[in-house]
Structure formats: C-alpha cells, structure tokens
C-alpha cells in the first residue's frame, strides 16, 4: 500500500521552489531595508500560549489546532505568540527600546483544505514592539505594499481600527444588540459565540451570517478620543506615503489580540481565499502573557497565496542553467578521471554533475539536457590521451576541442 501526505500537507517540489525561494529572497532583502532582524522559533509551544494570546473563541483555538493533548503543547497556528513568548523570555526589551524581528516558516491550522488553504502553509510574520506610533502603522502597511510590488503582484489595501479596552465594551454592546434581534438567521458557530464575542460574527465567513451584518453599527463610529486620533494619524501617514488604502468598517480579524488598527492585503485571484497579507496592532499582548507593559504590532503574510498568485501573473521566467557543466564520461578509465574532474571544479565552486551508471553517450547527452547544463564536456580514453576534448554549449549546440588542462579556467570565465 502506497503511503501518501496528509490531506492539507503538501510537498514543495524542485519545480516551484524557485518561486519560493524569490518569495524568501526578495522578504529578507526588502525586510533588510526596513531594518528588520530574522528570528527562528519553534514550531511546539505550550498550548496555553496560544489560547491565552490568540482568544478562546476564535477559529484557530476552538477547532483549528493541532493540539498534543496529553502533553499539552500544540504545533503552532501562527507566530506572534510565539515570537511575543521569545520576546518576553529573553528581555528582548531591554536590549533596544523598539524591537524589529520576523520570522519565515511553517504554521499548522486543522481546517478545510480549498485552493490557497492548507493545514501546514507557510508566512513571513514581521513584528515590532515597543512603540505606539502611528506612523509605524502606517510603515508596516508601506513595508507590506513593498514587499509585493518588488515581486510584481498587485493587492489592494483595506484597514480599520477595532479601538481599544476602553471603547470596544460600548461599541460590543451595541453590536451584541443588533445581532440578538437577528440572531435566529445566523450559523449555529455565531449564535454560541455572539455572546461572549459578538466581533466574531462580522468576520463569519457564511454568505448568511455575512447578510445578516451588512447594516451592523461600525467600530469607527465608537472610537474613543484616543483611537480616533490614532486612525486618522494612521491614514494621514499613508497618505504622506502614498500608500493607497480603502476603509472596511467590518474587518475585525480573527483573533482577539488585536486593538485599534487591523489592515489585510487583498486579491480578488484567489477565489474565497482573498486575504495574502494581514495584521494589526496588539498593545495589550505582551503584558498579557507576563510581560512589560509594551505596544506591538504586526502582520503576517501567506506563502502559498503569495506563490499562487506569482504563477498566475506572469510567465515562468527563462529557464536559468542548473548546472555549469555536466561531463559524459565513455569507459572506466575516462569516468574515474571524470569523477576526480567533477570533484574539483565543485571544489572552485562551479556546479558540476555526471552520470554515474555508465550509460550510452546519447542517454548521458540527454541527461545533460534534463540537467539544465550550460556546457557538456564529452570524454573518452582517446580524449584522455589527446588531453584534449569537445566541449558542447547545450544552448547553441556548437562545439569547441578544449585543452583539459584549461576546463576549470574556461567554465570560471564563461559562467561569471
Ligand atoms: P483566512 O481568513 O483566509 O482564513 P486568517 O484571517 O485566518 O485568513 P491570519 O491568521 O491573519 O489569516 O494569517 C495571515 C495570512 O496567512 C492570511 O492572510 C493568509 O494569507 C495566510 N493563511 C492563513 N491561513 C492559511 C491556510 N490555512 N492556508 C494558507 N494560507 C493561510
Ligand atoms: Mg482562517
């Protein structure tokens, strides 16, 4: 019996990992700009992290996490606790007043796999703590548009603010009101939850629920003094920037850290999974999980969505040669000398392969094809004892009689 991956899981096979390497290159090289540091954290944290800091009514903690339970840890559903948790324990505080951090790796989510959804997908989480400023709202926005016009993807921005503990009780009141008389047309998930968290039921993805609430009261009509400046400072900022931006009054985002901005970066390429990017401010949360009183923000932008949406905008660029030279080898005594040849060229660097089989010239030559080669160099006992032997350019099929001697010399040139 064949042994397959799990539904939801999936393998990134050699095909698609340029894509994702650019991903990954062009975040850290933009990230770099930004100023900010990489951090690796690992993927098993205590359960309690994350439904301490996520909420114990969302999604994720409810039905999505793959939770160990005799042990009591959980393979983590997003980073920001646990990168709030490394913070904390390691007093990254006291290191630098404002800390810049993100971190690249897989996430795990028990939900139903759709195109664009899986149960292990991937997200660049960037993080700042330590300052309350709009304007780094506003930077983490810009850094978010950066991130996908250096790659040549288009999204749209959307950003709100869900106020703070001193105004989202009046708001919730007047929320939880409005959905009570409604309360019969919603999905069972809403009505168990509306009471302890009537937030969640704008962010229900049912079309039903989503009807329900189209003419709910909005959190930015009962911000208080403070959240308001805040908001209107945040669009001020993006404005300076340029950064285009719309006002969705009912993003509240899935989970319940967050506090005064939440923002999404979305597509409309993606069928129903529509958000690549999202985020918001969190003030409360370090101090929730123990420790200092400091404001945060954050976002996190999906992998599989971002590469997605990369294969649909464009072409796949040019084949790029794999390898430097690929050596086709005719008898013992010219592959013992091609494998000693193919030992040292990888030792200055350049990359080499050949066939170790002793396969037919025609099969090594199609090989070399199959390789992406840029060169193929073709040896025999004859060319051995000439010192001398053709080398092919895969690319113009022409071919050139090349002292041995001179091999390593002619590849470092012509590959530079
Ligand atoms: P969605 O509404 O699509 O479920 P979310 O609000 O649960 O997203 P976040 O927890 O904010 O998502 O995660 C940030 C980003 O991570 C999302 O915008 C999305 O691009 C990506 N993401 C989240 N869940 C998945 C998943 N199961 N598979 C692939 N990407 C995901
Ligand atoms: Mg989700």
Known sequence: MKIKALNGFKDILPDEI??????????????????????????????????????????????????????????????TASLMRSYIEHSMHGLRPVQRLFTIGPMFRHERPQKGRQRQFHQLDVEVLGSASPRLDAELMSLGDALFAELGVTTSLEINSLGCPACRPGYRRVLLAFIEERLDNLCEDCQRRSVRNPLRVLDCKKQGCRRQVEEAPSVIDYLCEGCSVHFTEVRRNLELLEVEYKVNKFMVRGLDYYVRTTFEFITDQLGAQSAVCAGGRYDGLIEMLGGPKIPGIGFAMGIERLVLLLKQHEEQSDKIAEIDLFIAGLGEEAADYSFKLMHELRGQGLRVAMDLDGKSLKSQMKQADRAGARYALIVGSQELADNQAPLRDMESGEQTELNLDSIASFLTDAVE
Do not use: C
């Open 18 to 79: 340029l894509l994702w390497r650019r991903v990954e290159e062009n975040a850290r090289s933009v990230l770099e700009r930004f100023h900010f540091a990489e951090v690796r954290v690992p993927v098993l944290e205590k359960t309690e992290l994350f439904s301490r800091s996520i909420g114990a009514d969302t999604d994720i903690v409810e039905k999505e996490m793959y939770t160990f339970v005799d042990k009591q840890i959980t393979m983590r559903p997003e980073a």
